[in-house]
Protein backbone atom coordinates (compact mmCIF):
# COMPACT_ATOMS: atom_id res chain seq x y z
CA UNK A 1 0.00 0.00 0.00
CA UNK A 2 2.96 2.34 0.77
CA UNK A 3 4.37 1.74 -2.36
CA UNK A 4 1.52 2.14 -4.37
CA UNK A 5 0.68 5.60 -2.63
CA UNK A 6 4.66 6.85 -3.36
CA UNK A 7 3.65 5.70 -7.14
CA UNK A 8 1.07 8.01 -7.23
CA UNK A 9 2.54 10.56 -5.56
CA UNK A 10 5.50 10.49 -8.19
CA UNK A 11 3.23 10.03 -11.16
CA UNK A 12 1.54 12.82 -9.57
CA UNK A 13 4.49 15.21 -8.89
CA UNK A 14 5.48 14.24 -12.62
CA UNK A 15 1.96 15.37 -14.24
CA UNK A 16 2.42 18.62 -12.40
CA UNK A 17 6.14 19.15 -13.34
CA UNK A 18 5.17 18.25 -16.81
CA UNK A 19 2.32 20.93 -17.05
CA UNK A 20 4.60 23.71 -15.19
CA UNK A 21 7.28 23.22 -17.75
CA UNK A 22 5.15 23.18 -21.27
CA UNK A 23 3.94 26.31 -19.38
CA UNK A 24 6.94 27.67 -19.10
CA UNK A 25 8.35 26.62 -22.25
CA UNK A 26 4.80 28.41 -24.00
CA UNK A 27 5.95 31.70 -22.07
CA UNK A 28 9.33 31.39 -23.55
CA UNK A 29 8.39 31.00 -26.58
CA UNK A 30 5.56 34.12 -26.20
CA UNK A 31 7.80 36.43 -24.60
CA UNK A 32 10.81 35.74 -27.49
CA UNK A 33 8.05 36.10 -30.55
CA UNK A 34 7.50 39.56 -28.74
CA UNK A 35 11.18 40.34 -28.38
CA UNK A 36 11.59 39.55 -31.57
CA UNK A 37 9.00 41.56 -32.71
CA UNK A 38 10.27 44.70 -30.84
CA UNK A 39 13.44 44.79 -32.46
CA UNK A 40 12.57 44.60 -35.75
CA UNK A 41 10.97 47.95 -37.76
CA UNK A 42 9.09 45.61 -40.84
CA UNK A 43 7.06 42.84 -41.16
CA UNK A 44 7.64 41.90 -44.82
CA UNK A 45 10.32 43.91 -46.89
CA UNK A 46 9.86 43.91 -50.74
CA UNK A 47 12.22 43.55 -53.30
CA UNK A 48 12.29 44.00 -56.84
CA UNK A 49 9.33 46.58 -56.74
CA UNK A 50 10.73 48.61 -60.33
CA UNK A 51 10.13 45.02 -62.33
CA UNK A 52 7.28 43.51 -63.46
CA UNK A 53 6.54 40.77 -61.37
CA UNK A 54 7.59 43.73 -57.97
CA UNK A 55 5.10 46.16 -59.37
CA UNK A 56 1.99 43.64 -58.90
CA UNK A 57 3.31 42.75 -55.71
CA UNK A 58 2.92 46.33 -54.70
CA UNK A 59 0.09 46.91 -55.50
CA UNK A 60 -1.21 43.56 -53.66
CA UNK A 61 0.45 44.62 -50.66
CA UNK A 62 -1.79 47.95 -51.42
CA UNK A 63 -4.85 47.41 -52.22
CA UNK A 64 -4.84 44.15 -48.80
CA UNK A 65 -3.65 47.03 -46.96
CA UNK A 66 -2.76 44.22 -44.40
CA UNK A 67 -2.40 45.50 -40.72
CA UNK A 68 1.61 45.19 -40.72
CA UNK A 69 4.61 47.39 -41.39
CA UNK A 70 6.07 46.61 -44.58
CA UNK A 71 9.47 48.27 -46.54
CA UNK A 72 10.60 47.92 -50.29
CA UNK A 73 14.42 47.54 -51.01
CA UNK A 74 16.05 49.05 -53.97
CA UNK A 75 19.43 50.20 -55.54
CA UNK A 76 17.61 53.57 -56.80
CA UNK A 77 15.51 55.08 -54.33
CA UNK A 78 13.80 57.78 -56.48
CA UNK A 79 13.01 54.90 -59.37
CA UNK A 80 11.27 52.98 -56.89
CA UNK A 81 9.12 55.68 -54.76
CA UNK A 82 8.11 56.63 -58.21
CA UNK A 83 6.98 53.26 -58.84
CA UNK A 84 5.08 52.72 -55.47
CA UNK A 85 3.63 56.42 -56.23
CA UNK A 86 2.37 55.57 -59.68
CA UNK A 87 0.85 51.95 -57.93
CA UNK A 88 -1.06 53.71 -54.90
CA UNK A 89 -2.43 56.66 -57.52
CA UNK A 90 -4.05 54.27 -59.86
CA UNK A 91 -5.34 51.97 -56.85
CA UNK A 92 -6.31 54.79 -54.17
CA UNK A 93 -3.97 54.22 -51.37
CA UNK A 94 -2.93 56.83 -49.74
CA UNK A 95 -0.46 55.47 -46.80
CA UNK A 96 3.00 54.49 -48.67
CA UNK A 97 5.94 51.84 -47.55
CA UNK A 98 9.40 53.46 -46.70
CA UNK A 99 11.98 52.94 -49.21
CA UNK A 100 15.51 51.26 -48.07
CA UNK A 101 18.29 51.58 -50.35
CA UNK A 102 20.49 49.03 -50.84
CA UNK A 103 22.14 46.43 -53.88
CA UNK A 104 21.53 43.19 -53.38
CA UNK A 105 24.79 42.04 -55.11
CA UNK A 106 27.34 45.22 -54.06
CA UNK A 107 27.03 45.67 -51.21
CA UNK A 108 26.66 42.87 -48.19
CA UNK A 109 26.95 44.82 -45.25
CA UNK A 110 24.35 47.55 -46.54
CA UNK A 111 22.09 44.80 -47.58
CA UNK A 112 22.41 42.93 -44.10
CA UNK A 113 21.53 46.11 -42.21
CA UNK A 114 18.45 46.58 -43.96
CA UNK A 115 17.41 42.83 -43.60
CA UNK A 116 18.10 42.68 -40.18
CA UNK A 117 15.17 45.33 -39.44
CA UNK A 118 12.52 42.97 -41.55
CA UNK A 119 11.18 39.46 -40.42
CA UNK A 120 9.96 38.05 -43.78
CA UNK A 121 11.79 39.48 -47.00
CA UNK A 122 10.23 38.64 -50.49
CA UNK A 123 11.98 39.44 -53.62
CA UNK A 124 10.76 39.15 -57.16
CA UNK A 125 14.28 40.23 -58.93
CA UNK A 126 15.34 37.93 -61.11
CA UNK A 127 17.41 36.25 -62.61
CA UNK A 128 17.56 34.84 -58.97
CA UNK A 129 21.29 33.00 -59.44
CA UNK A 130 22.24 36.79 -60.26
CA UNK A 131 20.48 38.73 -57.94
CA UNK A 132 19.55 36.56 -54.79
CA UNK A 133 22.37 34.78 -53.81
CA UNK A 134 23.66 37.46 -50.94
CA UNK A 135 20.15 38.12 -50.25
CA UNK A 136 19.41 34.34 -49.29
CA UNK A 137 22.83 34.28 -47.88
CA UNK A 138 22.26 36.95 -45.31
CA UNK A 139 18.42 35.74 -44.39
CA UNK A 140 19.72 32.54 -43.95
CA UNK A 141 22.64 34.05 -41.14
CA UNK A 142 20.67 36.40 -39.84
CA UNK A 143 17.60 34.15 -38.87
CA UNK A 144 14.87 36.12 -41.43
CA UNK A 145 12.66 34.26 -43.72
CA UNK A 146 12.49 34.76 -47.25
CA UNK A 147 10.25 33.59 -49.99
CA UNK A 148 11.27 34.43 -53.84
CA UNK A 149 9.22 33.77 -57.25
CA UNK A 150 12.34 32.12 -59.35
CA UNK A 151 11.59 29.11 -61.95
CA UNK A 152 15.65 28.32 -61.70
CA UNK A 153 16.50 24.49 -60.21
CA UNK A 154 20.09 25.79 -60.29
CA UNK A 155 19.92 28.19 -58.22
CA UNK A 156 17.43 26.19 -55.81
CA UNK A 157 20.07 23.49 -56.02
CA UNK A 158 22.94 26.03 -55.07
CA UNK A 159 21.28 27.53 -52.18
CA UNK A 160 20.55 24.20 -50.76
CA UNK A 161 24.19 22.85 -51.20
CA UNK A 162 25.37 26.69 -49.71
CA UNK A 163 22.84 27.72 -47.16
CA UNK A 164 20.77 24.82 -45.95
CA UNK A 165 22.31 24.15 -42.64
CA UNK A 166 22.86 27.54 -41.80
CA UNK A 167 19.28 28.31 -42.35
CA UNK A 168 18.48 24.83 -40.11
CA UNK A 169 20.27 26.68 -37.40
CA UNK A 170 18.89 29.89 -37.52
CA UNK A 171 15.16 29.04 -38.03
CA UNK A 172 15.02 30.96 -41.49
CA UNK A 173 12.43 29.48 -43.74
CA UNK A 174 14.29 30.15 -46.95
CA UNK A 175 11.22 29.16 -49.35
CA UNK A 176 11.65 28.90 -53.49
CA UNK A 177 9.10 28.83 -56.15
CA UNK A 178 6.31 30.42 -54.47
CA UNK A 179 5.01 31.73 -57.41
CA UNK A 180 3.31 29.55 -60.24
CA UNK A 181 6.40 28.45 -60.34
CA UNK A 182 5.76 26.13 -58.06
CA UNK A 183 3.00 26.54 -55.79
CA UNK A 184 -0.06 24.81 -57.59
CA UNK A 185 1.72 22.01 -58.67
CA UNK A 186 3.83 21.57 -55.50
CA UNK A 187 0.66 21.57 -53.55
CA UNK A 188 -1.51 19.67 -55.81
CA UNK A 189 0.83 16.72 -55.21
CA UNK A 190 1.20 17.50 -51.40
CA UNK A 191 -2.24 17.77 -50.94
CA UNK A 192 -2.35 14.73 -52.33
CA UNK A 193 -0.02 12.74 -50.94
CA UNK A 194 -1.99 14.11 -47.26
CA UNK A 195 -4.74 12.69 -48.34
CA UNK A 196 -3.61 8.88 -49.00
CA UNK A 197 -1.99 8.94 -45.51
CA UNK A 198 -5.07 9.82 -44.26
CA UNK A 199 -6.36 7.15 -45.50
CA UNK A 200 -3.52 4.60 -44.17
CA UNK A 201 -2.14 4.42 -47.74
CA UNK A 202 0.89 6.28 -49.87
CA UNK A 203 1.09 8.34 -52.66
CA UNK A 204 2.46 5.98 -55.71
CA UNK A 205 1.69 8.28 -58.82
CA UNK A 206 1.06 11.48 -59.49
CA UNK A 207 0.51 13.41 -62.83
CA UNK A 208 -0.38 17.16 -63.19
CA UNK A 209 -1.61 18.65 -66.50
CA UNK A 210 -1.82 22.30 -66.63
CA UNK A 211 -4.45 24.39 -68.22
CA UNK A 212 -4.07 28.07 -69.34
CA UNK A 213 -5.71 30.80 -70.54
CA UNK A 214 -4.99 31.90 -74.11
CA UNK A 215 -3.52 35.39 -73.52
CA UNK A 216 -0.77 34.06 -71.50
CA UNK A 217 2.57 35.61 -72.33
CA UNK A 218 6.17 36.42 -71.48
CA UNK A 219 7.50 39.68 -69.51
CA UNK A 220 10.76 41.11 -69.98
CA UNK A 221 11.97 39.67 -66.55
CA UNK A 222 10.89 36.22 -67.33
CA UNK A 223 12.68 36.10 -71.11
CA UNK A 224 16.53 37.95 -69.22
CA UNK A 225 16.46 35.08 -67.11
CA UNK A 226 15.80 32.65 -69.96
CA UNK A 227 18.41 33.87 -71.73
CA UNK A 228 20.36 34.02 -68.72
CA UNK A 229 19.80 30.58 -67.90
CA UNK A 230 20.00 29.22 -71.10
CA UNK A 231 23.15 30.58 -72.51
CA UNK A 232 25.62 30.46 -68.99
CA UNK A 233 28.43 28.15 -69.31
CA UNK A 234 27.40 24.63 -66.89
CA UNK A 235 30.61 23.12 -65.32
CA UNK A 236 32.57 22.13 -62.21
CA UNK A 237 32.38 19.14 -60.27
CA UNK A 238 29.61 17.53 -59.62
CA UNK A 239 28.42 16.81 -55.79
CA UNK A 240 27.77 13.23 -54.67
CA UNK A 241 23.98 13.44 -55.52
CA UNK A 242 21.42 16.43 -56.59
CA UNK A 243 21.50 18.80 -53.75
CA UNK A 244 17.81 18.61 -54.61
CA UNK A 245 17.21 14.70 -52.63
CA UNK A 246 19.46 16.67 -49.53
CA UNK A 247 17.68 15.59 -45.90
CA UNK A 248 18.12 17.84 -43.21
CA UNK A 249 20.81 16.31 -41.36
CA UNK A 250 22.74 16.26 -44.68
CA UNK A 251 22.36 12.77 -45.91
CA UNK A 252 20.88 11.36 -49.37
CA UNK A 253 16.61 11.04 -48.77
CA UNK A 254 15.54 7.57 -49.18
CA UNK A 255 12.51 9.00 -50.94
CA UNK A 256 13.17 9.46 -54.38
CA UNK A 257 10.89 10.25 -57.55
CA UNK A 258 10.87 9.41 -61.03
CA UNK A 259 10.31 11.96 -63.39
CA UNK A 260 8.31 10.95 -66.78
CA UNK A 261 7.70 14.00 -68.57
CA UNK A 262 6.45 13.40 -71.84
CA UNK A 263 9.53 14.10 -74.28
CA UNK A 264 6.83 14.98 -77.18
CA UNK A 265 3.22 16.17 -77.60
CA UNK A 266 0.44 13.32 -77.02
CA UNK A 267 -3.08 13.06 -77.05
CA UNK A 268 -4.70 13.10 -73.85
CA UNK A 269 -8.22 11.32 -74.26
CA UNK A 270 -9.14 12.54 -70.95
CA UNK A 271 -9.07 16.03 -71.67
CA UNK A 272 -9.95 15.11 -76.21
CA UNK A 273 -6.63 17.45 -76.65
CA UNK A 274 -2.53 17.45 -76.89
CA UNK A 275 0.05 18.11 -74.24
CA UNK A 276 3.21 17.56 -74.25
CA UNK A 277 6.62 19.03 -72.73
CA UNK A 278 6.71 23.15 -71.47
CA UNK A 279 9.68 24.61 -70.54
CA UNK A 280 8.33 25.21 -67.06
CA UNK A 281 7.94 21.30 -66.60
CA UNK A 282 11.69 20.01 -65.42
CA UNK A 283 11.12 23.09 -62.75
CA UNK A 284 8.22 21.69 -61.41
CA UNK A 285 9.21 18.18 -61.14
CA UNK A 286 12.23 19.67 -59.11
CA UNK A 287 10.12 21.09 -57.12
CA UNK A 288 8.28 18.03 -56.56
CA UNK A 289 11.15 16.07 -56.02
CA UNK A 290 12.48 18.02 -53.16
CA UNK A 291 9.18 17.94 -51.80
CA UNK A 292 9.33 14.25 -51.56
CA UNK A 293 13.03 14.01 -50.28
CA UNK A 294 12.05 16.44 -47.57
CA UNK A 295 8.18 15.07 -46.78
CA UNK A 296 8.69 11.54 -47.58
CA UNK A 297 5.82 11.02 -49.60
CA UNK A 298 7.31 8.19 -50.96
CA UNK A 299 10.22 5.75 -51.52
CA UNK A 300 9.50 5.37 -54.82
CA UNK A 301 7.03 8.35 -56.44
CA UNK A 302 6.71 8.32 -60.29
CA UNK A 303 5.97 11.74 -61.47
CA UNK A 304 4.68 13.84 -64.61
CA UNK A 305 2.95 16.93 -65.51
CA UNK A 306 2.07 17.95 -68.66
CA UNK A 307 0.95 21.33 -70.68
CA UNK A 308 -2.18 21.48 -72.58
CA UNK A 309 -2.28 23.00 -75.81
CA UNK A 310 -5.58 23.57 -76.08
CA UNK A 311 -6.89 24.24 -79.40
CA UNK A 312 -4.95 27.10 -80.87
CA UNK A 313 -6.14 28.70 -84.02
CA UNK A 314 -3.18 28.45 -86.87
CA UNK A 315 -2.16 32.10 -86.17
CA UNK A 316 -1.72 31.15 -82.78
CA UNK A 317 0.03 28.12 -83.52
CA UNK A 318 2.73 30.31 -85.53
CA UNK A 319 2.84 33.13 -83.50
CA UNK A 320 4.02 30.86 -80.45
CA UNK A 321 6.89 28.87 -82.98
CA UNK A 322 8.06 32.44 -84.07
CA UNK A 323 8.32 33.90 -80.51
CA UNK A 324 10.64 30.46 -79.39
CA UNK A 325 12.56 31.07 -82.33
CA UNK A 326 13.46 34.57 -81.74
CA UNK A 327 14.27 33.64 -78.05
CA UNK A 328 16.97 30.57 -78.84
CA UNK A 329 18.09 33.47 -81.35
CA UNK A 330 18.34 35.83 -78.22
CA UNK A 331 20.30 33.06 -76.39
CA UNK A 332 22.77 33.11 -79.04
CA UNK A 333 23.52 36.34 -79.84
CA UNK A 334 21.13 38.67 -77.20
CA UNK A 335 23.36 41.75 -78.70
CA UNK A 336 21.80 41.36 -81.78
CA UNK A 337 18.02 39.99 -80.90
CA UNK A 338 16.88 40.76 -77.05
CA UNK A 339 15.98 44.18 -78.24
CA UNK A 340 13.09 42.88 -79.97
CA UNK A 341 11.56 41.21 -77.01
CA UNK A 342 10.09 42.77 -74.23
CA UNK A 343 12.32 44.58 -72.06
CA UNK A 344 12.48 44.29 -68.13
CA UNK A 345 9.87 45.51 -66.52
CA UNK A 346 7.45 45.18 -69.06
CA UNK A 347 5.12 42.14 -69.87
CA UNK A 348 1.42 41.18 -70.55
CA UNK A 349 -1.25 44.23 -70.85
CA UNK A 350 -3.81 44.47 -67.60
CA UNK A 351 -6.62 43.37 -69.77
CA UNK A 352 -4.58 39.88 -70.62
CA UNK A 353 -4.01 39.33 -67.56
CA UNK A 354 -7.33 39.56 -66.00
CA UNK A 355 -8.61 37.40 -68.99
CA UNK A 356 -6.17 34.42 -67.66
CA UNK A 357 -6.38 31.60 -65.86
CA UNK A 358 -5.29 28.67 -64.58
CA UNK A 359 -6.61 25.11 -64.02
CA UNK A 360 -4.17 22.52 -63.02
CA UNK A 361 -5.68 19.24 -63.12
CA UNK A 362 -4.23 16.58 -60.98
CA UNK A 363 -4.35 13.03 -61.27
CA UNK A 364 -3.08 10.03 -58.54
CA UNK A 365 -3.03 7.10 -57.05
CA UNK A 366 -2.47 5.82 -53.87
CA UNK A 367 -1.70 2.22 -52.58
CA UNK A 368 -3.17 0.84 -49.66
CA UNK A 369 -1.09 -1.55 -47.13
CA UNK A 370 -3.10 -5.00 -48.19
CA UNK A 371 -2.38 -3.66 -52.41
CA UNK A 372 -5.35 -2.13 -53.36
CA UNK A 373 -5.43 0.81 -55.31
CA UNK A 374 -7.62 3.63 -55.31
CA UNK A 375 -7.50 6.92 -58.58
CA UNK A 376 -7.28 10.45 -57.13
CA UNK A 377 -8.71 13.48 -58.85
CA UNK A 378 -8.01 16.65 -58.10
CA UNK A 379 -8.35 20.77 -59.86
CA UNK A 380 -7.14 23.64 -58.76
CA UNK A 381 -8.20 26.53 -59.93
CA UNK A 382 -6.87 30.13 -60.11
CA UNK A 383 -9.65 32.82 -61.61
CA UNK A 384 -6.56 35.34 -63.41
CA UNK A 385 -3.38 34.56 -65.33
CA UNK A 386 -0.81 32.97 -62.82
CA UNK A 387 2.29 33.93 -64.71
CA UNK A 388 2.39 37.42 -63.13
CA UNK A 389 -0.80 38.83 -61.39
CA UNK A 390 -1.39 35.68 -59.68
CA UNK A 391 2.62 35.27 -58.74
CA UNK A 392 2.99 38.46 -57.41
CA UNK A 393 -0.25 37.81 -54.86
CA UNK A 394 0.96 34.00 -54.42
CA UNK A 395 4.17 35.43 -53.44
CA UNK A 396 2.68 38.01 -50.72
CA UNK A 397 0.38 36.08 -49.56
CA UNK A 398 3.24 33.22 -48.77
CA UNK A 399 4.84 35.86 -46.86
CA UNK A 400 2.00 36.42 -44.92
CA UNK A 401 1.88 32.56 -44.11
CA UNK A 402 5.65 32.89 -43.16
CA UNK A 403 5.18 36.23 -40.65
CA UNK A 404 2.16 34.40 -39.08
CA UNK A 405 3.21 31.18 -38.70
CA UNK A 406 7.57 32.34 -38.06
CA UNK A 407 8.03 29.76 -35.16
CA UNK A 408 5.75 26.81 -36.78
CA UNK A 409 8.17 23.95 -37.85
CA UNK A 410 12.06 23.93 -39.07
CA UNK A 411 14.22 26.60 -41.19
CA UNK A 412 16.39 25.44 -44.06
CA UNK A 413 15.83 26.30 -47.85
CA UNK A 414 12.36 24.86 -48.63
CA UNK A 415 9.72 24.06 -51.28
CA UNK A 416 6.28 25.50 -50.38
CA UNK A 417 4.90 22.09 -49.46
CA UNK A 418 7.42 22.03 -46.56
CA UNK A 419 7.27 25.28 -45.46
CA UNK A 420 4.22 26.31 -46.10
CA UNK A 421 1.73 23.04 -46.19
CA UNK A 422 -2.29 23.75 -46.40
CA UNK A 423 -1.88 26.64 -44.65
CA UNK A 424 -1.33 28.04 -47.85
CA UNK A 425 -3.75 26.13 -49.60
CA UNK A 426 -5.81 27.83 -47.12
CA UNK A 427 -4.66 31.61 -47.95
CA UNK A 428 -5.14 31.25 -51.28
CA UNK A 429 -8.54 29.90 -50.85
CA UNK A 430 -9.38 32.81 -48.84
CA UNK A 431 -7.11 36.05 -50.29
CA UNK A 432 -7.58 35.46 -54.09
CA UNK A 433 -10.29 32.88 -55.05
CA UNK A 434 -8.06 30.18 -55.94
CA UNK A 435 -10.42 26.76 -55.57
CA UNK A 436 -8.46 23.33 -54.79
CA UNK A 437 -10.75 20.31 -54.81
CA UNK A 438 -9.34 16.62 -54.52
CA UNK A 439 -11.52 13.49 -54.17
CA UNK A 440 -11.12 9.60 -54.72
CA UNK A 441 -11.75 9.07 -58.49
Known sequence: GEDLAGWRSAQHFQRTWSCGAAFLVQLWRRLRLAFDRMGTEYDILLC????FAGKLAAEHLLVKSYPIKWACCARNEAKAAAAVKTIADRVGATALPPIEVACLISDEAKLRAVVKKTKVVLTCAGPFEKYSQTLVKVCAEEGVHYADITGESDFFRKMIAEHDATAQKTGAKIVIHC???????????FEMSKLARSKGAELAEAWTYGEFGATAAASGGTLTTAIYQLGKRRGGAKPDFDPLLKRPDGSKSESLTKITNPKQDVY?????????????GPVMANCVRRSNALLGYSASLTYADVMLRGHPTWAQWAGAKANEALVGAAVMAPRVFARFLPAPGEGPSREDMDAGYLKLHGRGRMVERDGKETPLKSTYHFPLDTG?????QMLVEAGMVLLE??????????TPAAALGSDIVARLDKELDAKFELSEA
Open 388 to 392: YLMTA
Open 179 to 189: GNDAIPWDLTV
Open 268 to 280: CDEFAQYGGPWIM
Open 405 to 414: KAKAGPGGVL
Open 48 to 51: GVTG
